[in-house]
């Protein structure tokens, strides 16, 4: 997606060998326009997959599932990283690693939000090392749902993170795809 790799070559900052940065307009500050245009080409890329829900981790994640499920016309549902008091005991729970803030975290979804054989549709901010998208495959696992595809803003191609999607014979996407970083620049696969 053209308009996405322009702006992480305009503003993402590349953060020694593994970490870009892209807090202007994903991570901390959103870019609605952006987003919108996001959402659209997941639901292109997603269109004719029958997805019931989306699924997404907070709190990065949620932005990019809610532009495409407003054009697939389906719910998100987002994992919490902590429950809140209201959540009954009744939760899907996965320990997910962030390599970002180096913490594990419990990612917690209400059973009463995933049923057994819906398609689901995993969206989120990054793909890199996989821990986000292991967490929710074991979630939806043991929902019993059938996860049709996920799609990722940025994939750092050079992680291992497809490598968990493939192994599964889950359907990727990725609309910008960077191969490495060099010299302090992103380079894009091609």
Known sequence: MKMLENRIIAEGRVLGEDILKVDSFLNHQIDPVLMQAIGREIARLFDH??????????TS???????????????V????????????????VADVYSFTKKETNHIIIDKKFLNAAERILLVDDFLANGQAVNGLLEITDAAGANVVGAAVVIEKAFQPGHEILEQRGIRLESLAKISDFKDGQVVFAK
Do not use: C, H, Q, S
């Open 61 to 75: 994640g949620i932005a990019p599932a809610v532009f495409a499920a407003a054009e697939l016309g389906v719910p």
């Open 77 to 92: 549902v987002f994992a919490k990283k902590k429950a809140a008091i209201t959540m009954t005991d009744e939760n899907y």
């Open 49 to 58: 997959d029958r997805i019931d829900k989306i699924v997404t981790v907070e």
